[in-house]
Every structure is written in structure tokens, then in C-alpha cells.
């Protein structure tokens, strides 16, 4: 088993100096800087304003589960608060948010988070110009009051708990894959015994598995590539991010130093795989290179956010579910359901899998997987997963703004 690790390890760095290729994703010395932070409480919201040096991609949601959130992302900003540490601090919150927290992060992220002591909901976010060409941006959260315990009059009134829908509706009903081919280009990717190469039979199953998602009209399917095309991991982590997506799925095929290892495999990120995936960044180049590197509590924590606490949990019972399927159609890797710190599956909160189909260094694996009908059994498994996987949730109360 050591020698499969080592074989992975190795597919990761391999991805991982190619990303370093790519253009930085940090921002350049002409970043935008958060010059000034405020929460302040009305009616029961929250607001909290940020201003700006320049315009920036924002993004706002509330993470869920025992500790709810408010998170505002800003790409391409730093921060530099007026009279509070520049990189990562905190302060007092107010109304039902308990503290406010923020932190640049390597990836070029800056993100604010409120710490709420009840479930929340986002409400409006808006932006004012600033003379200069700086901007204010003004975003509100308030608590998510069940319907049932509301008063008739008050149901009324609390036209933001019908909210939720109307952005979900907004969103389409239909849930957002985003499937992504592993490797392309350039990055082959493992080879087989037999010729057969990691990147060929991805792009294949990738394929096979968004039209098979599709057909069912629940599901709105992005791929990261579509054809035999080189892709920095950054950009297929993004396309995850941007299309909001419910799920990731990373699909590739693996390779070890032994020949008898076969048996497909699903990872999901670890929080040590997490730590090592941003040791990874850090000395790839990923991170911003300007300044010392932040270290505190705050920036932990908020690092500790950013590696999906919700996230990982969804993502392990998705992993359990596809195995489940998978076990019908394909023989499978002992411990088959792994952690691991790949950077693809690094996306602070969309649930993402790793999906490896077998291993080309394995002979019958490799004649199996070169069977269009079995990459087909095998994406229908996958396709049947999803199907449970969503089957018993009901629509996430994320909501974005931009
Ligand atoms: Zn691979």
C-alpha cells in the first residue's frame, strides 16, 4: 500500500508543478485594499460594510451547521483596515452575529466571516461608489426564524424567509455538477500497460457522465474541459467555485509501481490533506508572495473554514454512496474510500470527490476501463449515487449575491 501513496503523492505532484506553470492566482501589487471594516445592527439584521480602494468579485453565503457563518469572499483584495491589523484580525460583532473575523488567504481569497449564534440568511448586498474610484460594499444577514414559530402577522411580514426559495428558484432547481476531466494537454497523466492514457479515458468518462446527468433533467452539468486541453488546477477549482456547484466530481485513473494493485478508489480531502495541500501551494507558488506569510489564530481558523468542515462531511457521504454503486459494476481498492490533500478537492464549500476508476498499471484494470460499456457502468453508478446522494437532502439555504 505504501507504493500506491507513493504513486499518488507523485500524480499530485505532478499536477502541482504544473499548476505552478500557470499564472499566479494571487492578486498583483495593484490588488484592491479593504480599507475599512464595519458590522453594525438594524431590525435585527446585520450589515457589515467594507470599503474598498477599487471594485472586486464578491461573494456571499451562510455556512450552516453548529457554528452557522456569514461569509463575505472578496477576489483580489487585501485586507488593510483602518485601525485594525492589516492581513487577518477580528473584532466585535453585533445583533446575532457574535464577532466578526478576516483573513487573506494564499489563493488570492479574502474573506470575512461573521460568527452568528443562530442559523442566518443572507440578505441584501449592494454596492455605493466612493469618490476616487473606491467603492462601499454593504452586505446584511439576518436570522432564519422558522416559519412555524412565527406569528401569522409576522409571517407576513418576513417575506426574507421566503428568501431562500426565491434565490434557489432564481438559481434553477436544477443542481450544478461540475465533473472535471482529470489532466489534458500537455499532463497525459498515468499511462497504461498497454498504451492507454489517464487523460484520454477522463475525458471519456467525463463525457459519458454528463450526458448521463443530463438526461435525467435534474442536473445542470459543467465540465472543466471538453476536449484534450491543458488546465491549471486553480482554474478547475474556480470553475467549481463560480458555477456554485452542489458537487465536484474529479474523475482519473490511477498508477502504481505494482502491477497487481487494481480496483477503483474515492478520495476526499482530509484536514491533513488539507494542510498539506497548502504546504503544496505555498511552495509551488500559488500563494501570495508579497509580504511575511500571516500566521495567528484567526488566520487558522479561518484557514480551518476554508477547508471545509460542512464541506467534508458531505463530501465523505457522497464518497460512501459512490462506492456503494461502484461496488456493483467495478472491483474495488482495499480501504477504498481515502482522504487525501488534492488541490482540486480544496474548495471551501462544495462538497468534491476524487474519483480514480482503476489503475492503468494494472492489466485487467486497464482492459476494463479501455471498454466504452464498462466507462459506461461506471458512470451510470456514479450518476445513480448522485441521484441518492441528493435524493435525501433537501436544496442547501446557500445563497449568493453578486
Ligand atoms: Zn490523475
Redo the contacts with the bound molecule.
Keep these: 500500500m505504501v507504493k500506491v501513496r507513493r504513486a499518488l503523492f507523485a500524480?499530485m505532484l505532478a499536477?502541482a508543478t504544473l499548476a505552478a506553470g500557470a499564472e499566479a492566482q494571487a492578486p498583483g501589487p495593484q490588488a484592491a485594499h479593504a480599507q475599512a471594516i464595519l458590522v453594525a445592527e438594524t431590525a435585527g439584521a446585520v450589515h457589515v460594510t467594507v470599503e474598498l480602494s477599487a471594485p472586486v468579485t464578491r461573494r456571499a453565503f451562510v455556512l450552516e451547521g453548529d457554528r452557522p457563518r456569514f461569509v463575505l469572499d472578496l477576489t483580489g483584495a487585501r485586507w488593510r483596515p483602518r485601525g485594525l491589523p492589516p492581513g487577518a484580525g477580528a473584532g466585535p460583532g453585533a445583533g446575532f452575529a457574535e464577532r466578526f473575523r478576516y483573513a487573506d488567504h494564499e489563493t488570492g481569497l479574502s474573506r470575512l466571516v461573521l460568527d452568528l449564534s443562530a442559523p442566518g440568511v443572507v440578505g441584501e448586498v449592494r454596492e455605493e461608489a466612493l469618490p476616487g474610484g473606491g467603492v462601499r460594499l454593504i452586505a446584511s444577514v439576518r436570522p432564519a426564524t422558522p416559519a412555524v414559530a412565527a406569528p401569522p402577522r409576522a409571517l407576513a411580514q418576513t417575506a426574507p424567509t421566503v428568501l431562500a426559495t426565491a434565490s434557489q428558484d432564481l438559481r434553477s432547481s436544477r443542481r450544478v455538477i461540475v465533473v472535471d476531466a482529470?489532466?489534458g494537454g500537455r499532463d497525459p497523466?498515468?499511462s497504461g500497460v498497454n498504451g492507454s492514457r489517464?487523460k484520454d479515458m477522463?475525458l471519456d468518462a467525463a463525457l459519458r457522465l454528463r450526458d448521463l446527468l443530463e438526461a435525467t433533467g435534474r442536473y445542470h452539468v459543467v465540465l472543466t474541459r471538453d476536449a484534450d486541453v491543458f488546465l491549471p488546477l486553480p482554474e478547475r477549482l474556480g470553475m467549481a467555485r463560480d458555477n456554485q456547484a452542489d458537487l465536484f466530481i474529479s474523475v482519473?485513473?490511477?498508477a502504481s509501481d505494482n502491477p497487481a494493485v487494481h480496483g477503483a478508489a474515492v478520495y476526499t480531502i482530509s484536514e491533513r490533506g488539507a494542510a498539506r495541500g497548502r504546504h503544496l501551494a505555498e511552495t509551488q507558488n500559488w500563494s501570495l508572495t508579497s509580504g511575511e506569510p500571516v500566521r495567528s489564530e484567526t488566520v487558522e481558523d479561518i484557514l480551518l473554514d476554508l477547508s471545509q468542515r460542512e464541506t467534508t462531511h458531505l463530501s465523505a457521504s457522497f464518497a460512501q454512496t459512490v462506492i456503494g454503486e461502484l461496488a456493483h459494476v467495478t472491483p474495488l481498492l482495499r480501504n477504498t474510500h481515502r482522504e487525501a490533500g488534492f488541490f482540486v478537492l480544496l474548495a471551501p464549500d462544495v462538497p468534491a470527490i476524487l474519483l480514480?476508476l482503476g489503475f492503468l498499471t494494472n492489466a485487467e484494470d486497464e482492459a476494463r476501463l479501455s471498454d466504452p460499456r464498462h466507462r459506461q457502468r461506471l458512470m451510470l453508478a456514479v450518476t445513480e449515487a448522485i441521484d441518492a446522494h441528493f435524493a435525501s437532502r433537501p436544496a442547501r439555504m446557500v445563497l449568493a449575491q453578486h
Design positions: 500524480c499536477g482529470g489532466h497523466g498515468a489517464e477522463t482519473h485513473a490511477d480514480e
